[in-house]
């Protein structure tokens, strides 16, 4: 019994310092840099990928992008990060933007366009959305051939 109300202690601790870091997070993030960052959907890898980037950014960070084309474009698109918080909405928002994409649309998402879906980025957190599209461009790069074999 002791040892349930202990837990049910840590779990209210643990809740109180959630709900604090989610609300400092608030003041200086987009409700949807928020969402990528604590749900990102497609962080993963994927199996014998038709394209595959890897990427270091300025701050040490790597990312990997993975892609899976079909004869038009990108079916599916998944990343991984040892980065920071916004390398992860960065990872994920992009690779949601990119699938169903043409390989050519899809290599024209600027870091820009990527901070606007974003609904913006703090100015030291611009580089994140500057290493996942360089991620991008590297996977595509590696790409462009298994989509011309498959058209
Ligand atoms: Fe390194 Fe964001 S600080 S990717």
């Known amino acids: 019994m002791e040892h349930q109300v202990g837990n049910f202690e840590f779990d209210r601790v643990v809740d ?3 709900k604090q870091i989610i609300a400092q997070e608030r003041e200086i993030f987009s409700a949807k840099v928020i969402e990528h960052a604590h749900h990102p959907t497609n962080f993963g890898r994927i199996e014998e990928p038709d394209g595959y980037g890897t990427c270091q950014g300025e701050c040490g960070d790597m990312m990997e992008i993975y892609l899976r084309l079909n004869g038009v474009g990108i079916e599916e698109a998944k990343f991984v990060t040892d ?3 916004p390398s992860l909405a960065c990872g994920n928002m992009l690779s949601r933007m990119v699938e169903g994409l043409s390989l ?3 290599s024209r998402i600027r870091p820009e366009d990527l901070i606007v879906a974003l609904d913006g980025l703090p100015e030291e957190s611009e ?3 500057a290493l996942a599209v360089s991620t991008l461009r590297e996977a595509i790069a590696s790409g462009g051939a298994v ?3 498959k058209t």
């Open 147 to 149: 989509v011309e074999s």
């Open 16 to 18: 109180e310092l959630q």
């Open 83 to 85: 980065g920071c918080g």
């Open 127 to 129: 580089h994140c959305a």
């Open 104 to 106: 050519e649309e899809a």
